[in-house]
């Protein structure tokens, strides 16, 4: 069965959908990184890069938000798309890889838990977060999906981050951008978006504030100190 490694921040709850929307059946394994648990030899023998998601399935180890969920669609036949829409499949979902998901994590790092005030760093990811956010506004007009005619893995993968837009973007949050707040509200209430987001709930993952918790989350800060 399926190994799906987890824990409840944006890019696993990416994977956490896609396995609600297909039933696909799977064998939940916590990873707590407050604990570090990302960085033990066991995990990285998961996923040398230390991060979450990853999936191991019977011995096909896959890790990134992105790779799984290209992984599992081609896998499944589900949620992809026809094939003259691969490229822009592939050019959507790096976008979010690369660009909105990327910047949106520095803005809240930098306005949430960076321990100093850095101005130029605040502004600068959130400048680039809110163009990301207008480049998919654009996009969307007239549009119900991100790519084709139908629901597929880039609206999963967008999901993964738009569930966090009020925190990223501050102020009005998604309303920003109507037709990002639009899309997202239809993404949104569909019923496997309340079964993703019950993935883990039985799980006690540890509250990250203290030092050991932040050596654990960005260890790279404490190199040589």
Same mark, same amino acid.
């Given at each position: 069965?399926?190994?799906?490694?987890?824990? =409840?921040?944006?890019?696993? +709850?990416?994977?956490? +959908?896609?396995?609600?929307?297909?039933?696909? *059946?799977?064998?939940?394994? =916590?990873? /707590?990184?407050?604990?570090?648990?990302?960085?033990? =030899?066991?995990?990285?023998?998961?996923?040398?890069? $230390?991060?979450? *998601?990853?999936?191991?399935?019977?011995?096909?180890?896959?890790?990134?938000?992105?790779?799984?969920?290209?992984?599992?669609?081609?896998?499944?036949?589900?949620?992809?798309?026809?094939?003259?829409?691969?490229?822009?499949?592939?050019?959507?979902?790096?976008?979010?890889?690369?660009?909105?998901?990327?910047?949106?994590?520095?803005?809240?790092?930098?306005?949430?838990?960076? *321990?100093?005030?850095?101005?130029?760093?605040?502004?600068?990811?959130?400048?680039?977060?809110?163009?990301?956010?207008?480049?998919?506004?654009?996009? +969307?007009?007239?549009? /119900?999906?991100?790519?084709? /005619?139908?629901?597929?893995?880039?609206?999963?993968?967008?999901?993964?981050?738009?569930?966090?837009? /009020?925190?990223?973007?501050?102020?009005?949050?998604?309303?920003?951008?109507?037709?990002?707040?639009?899309?997202?509200?239809?993404?949104?209430?569909?019923?496997?978006?309340?079964?993703?987001?019950?993935? $883990?709930?039985?799980?006690?993952?540890?509250? =990250?504030?203290?030092?050991?918790? +932040?050596?654990?989350?960005?260890?790279?800060?404490?190199?040589?100190?």
């Amino acid at each position: 069965m399926l190994k799906f490694y987890y824990h =409840p921040t944006p890019n696993p +709850l990416k994977v956490a +959908l896609f396995l609600a929307e297909t039933d696909l *059946p799977y064998e939940l394994v =916590p990873v /707590d990184t407050a604990k570090g648990v990302q960085h033990t =030899p066991e995990f990285r023998a998961i996923n040398p890069n $230390g991060k979450v *998601p990853a999936i191991d399935d019977n011995g096909t180890l896959v890790f990134d938000s992105t790779a799984i969920l290209l992984y599992l669609s081609d896998k499944t036949g589900k949620l992809g798309v026809a094939a003259e829409e691969r490229g822009a499949l592939l050019s959507w979902l790096m976008f979010i890889a690369s660009g909105l998901g990327p910047f949106s994590g520095q803005s809240v790092h930098f306005h949430h838990s960076a *321990p100093e005030d850095l101005p130029y760093a605040k502004n600068r990811y959130m400048r680039e977060a809110e163009r990301h956010y207008q480049v998919l506004n654009d996009h +969307l007009k007239g549009r /119900d999906f991100i790519v084709g /005619d139908s629901y597929s893995i880039a609206d999963v993968s967008a999901w993964g981050w738009a569930i966090r837009g /009020d925190r990223v973007l501050g102020g009005e949050g998604l309303k920003q951008y109507p037709e990002v707040a639009r899309w997202f509200e239809a993404v949104n209430a569909r019923p496997a978006v309340e079964k993703a987001q019950q993935i $883990g709930k039985d799980e006690t993952f540890k509250t =990250p504030g203290d030092e050991a918790s +932040l050596r654990a989350l960005f260890p790279s800060n404490y190199v040589n100190v």
